[in-house]
């Protein structure tokens, strides 16, 4: 009795394993032009394309995902000539993003300087004795800011707070 239950239990896993060969035997490769186009798109998303060019990002995402769905739906010929010209699209959008990054960065370098410059000024009027929260929160915002720099991610947002640092930094200054 026992054998003749693990001999249809052996038949059964034969049996499973050439049709899973079979069904993966059939199915078709994803073109390499497709493999090209997402990869880039993934790469121009590491440089920062969500945050520094988003509406390009998202326009072109939308036509990498059609691609992905012929993909999907195994329509392999279809994928390939829908990838071909996106490629250099993807390519693009990724030089966008690095120079709108590269841009980004030395604006809030820019910004982080002068908000520097103007909390020197203010600690210089002794904006301490008369606006001590006022030139406090300046520093705050600029350390933030500073430690903001080191995610390339994050180079608007030190812009914003070094730009906000500035403006509190010679509130205190007049106060004084």
Known sequence: MKCGK???FVQS????????LLVTGCSKKTPQQVIDVNAAMARAKDNGAAVYVPDATKSLQGEVDQMNGLVDEKKMKKARKAAEPLLPKVEDLDKQAMDARAKAKADAEAAIKRATDAVGQAKQAEAAKYNAAGLKQAEGKLAEAKALMS???KYLEAKKLAEDAERQAKNA???A
């Open 6 to 8: 693990s001999r249809v």
């Open 13 to 20: 896993v034969i049996v499973i394993a050439v049709m899973l």
């Open 151 to 153: 995610d390339p991610m």
């Open 173 to 175: 200054r007049e106060a």
